[in-house]
């Protein structure tokens, strides 16, 4: 079982739907908790972290919910450049630094 | 910005050749990672790197080698490489080992 579950897609709306995508995650000892993005044939970049009390960024809402080990991300009136793909992410910290594990992605498609 | 380069974009190699893949950082970021991602598999990671000659096995560290002589550069070696290393690599750094910044990847065809 991957340490990092997510539904890979491809989820395809029209612009301006809302879409929810979700995560979850095995290894209780997780301390921090990401949502990254990433465009075709490029790198990872980091689109917000998530705290336990659900954070919002503009059209874009996080939430966590530690005791189900479940990690969502909300996107609200969808547009074109949302199009990518979404990796859900948890973070360890250990020994003298930490790391990430990802999930493998969902992929988000929006069309006119 | 901090700014992870990634020395090839592109690289073709034949099977059995000793690559080197190589990343640098300009933030004096004590941690390092390198990653490969392959479709339906995500990011896996390899090696990762918390101080200069230190290193710790990721999850399939098989096949792979890293050094770290500088802060700034860490870099994966394949020994011997094979067709089943044909992927996407990619070079993190962080101040933390949480907030990660990305080089743009290296994507490696073994022939």
């Known amino acids: 079982r991957k340490e990092v579950e997510q539904d890979p897609g491809p989820f395809n709306v029209p612009e301006g739907a809302t879409v929810a995508f979700n995560c979850t995650y095995s290894n209780s000892a997780s301390q921090s908790f990401f949502w990254y993005r990433q465009d075709c044939r490029k790198e990872p970049k980091l689109l917000m972290s998530v705290y336990s009390s659900g954070n919002e960024d503009g059209r874009f809402t996080a939430q966590l919910n530690r005791a189900s080990q479940y990690i969502s991300l909300l996107i609200r009136d969808s547009k074109l450049s949302d199009s990518a793909t979404y990796l859900c992410?948890?973070?360890?910290?250990?020994?003298?630094?930490?790391?990430?594990?990802f999930g493998q992605g969902t992929e988000l498609s929006v069309k006119p | 910005d901090v700014k992870v380069t990634q020395s090839s974009r592109y690289l073709v190699k034949r099977t059995g050749e000793k690559v080197f893949l190589e990343c640098v950082q300009d933030m004096d970021h004590e941690n390092m990672f390198w990653y490969r991602q392959d479709p339906g598999l995500g990011l896996r990671l390899i090696y990762f790197?918390?101080?200069?000659?230190?290193?710790e096995k990721g999850d399939i560290p098989e096949g792979y080698s890293v050094s770290r002589e500088k802060k700034e550069r860490f870099s994966l070696i394949l020994e011997s490489a094979s067709t089943n290393q044909t992927s996407m690599y990619l070079c993190?750094?962080?101040?933390?080992?949480?907030?990660?910044?990305f080089g743009s990847g290296t994507r490696l065809t073994v022939v």
């Open positions: 790197s918390y101080d200069v000659k230190m290193k």
């Open positions: 993190a750094s962080s101040l933390t080992g949480l907030g990660y910044t």
């Open positions: 992410v948890v973070g360890r910290i250990y020994n003298q630094g930490g790391k990430l594990i």
